[in-house]
């Protein structure tokens, strides 16, 4: 079952529609689909709050097949790249925690054992 990875963040004020359709647009889409390519990572979109409701300005959520494909981003080149290309519209003041899912049927949940009296 997959894993899903998302990452959150807070942009720059009046950066939004920027990013918004530097999204949109077409270098973006190439780069992309080279670190889906790259990695094997599937991403699945980027996702903003709208009307005041949400922690953050806007998410992305990646599709992962395993926890290995973690190593596999580490080594991109072309991660580096998106980097480079979204930084400007990133306000990186904030510490800002990722998550990691997993589908309810596919997740352990460990309870202790119970002490016997």
């Known amino acids: 079952m ?11 004020p009046e950066k939004s529609a920027a ?9 973006a889409k190439k780069l992309i ?3 889906e390519e790259e990695t094997g990572v599937k991403y699945i979109g980027t996702f ?3 009307l005041g409701f949400g ?14 494909a973690f190593d596999k981003i580490r080594e991109s080149k072309v991660q580096n790249e998106i980097f480079d290309e979204v930084l400007p519209f990133l306000d990186i003041t904030h510490f800002v ?8 049927s596919d ?9 016997e009296k």
Not at 55 to 65: I, L, S
Not at 97 to 104: D, E, G, M, N, Q
Not at 107 to 115: E, R
């Open 2 to 12: 997959p894993v899903y990875y998302v990452t959150p963040y807070f942009l720059k």
């Open 19 to 27: 990013f918004r359709d530097w999204l949109g647009s077409a270098k």
């Open 33 to 35: 689909k080279a670190y």
């Open 48 to 50: 903003f709050s709208v």
């Open 55 to 68: 922690t953050y300005d806007a998410e992305d959520w990646w599709e992962f097949k395993n926890y290995a």
């Open 97 to 104: 925690p990722a998550r990691l899912y997993r589908s309810a």
């Open 107 to 115: 997740v352990k949940i460990y309870f202790p054992k119970k002490k």
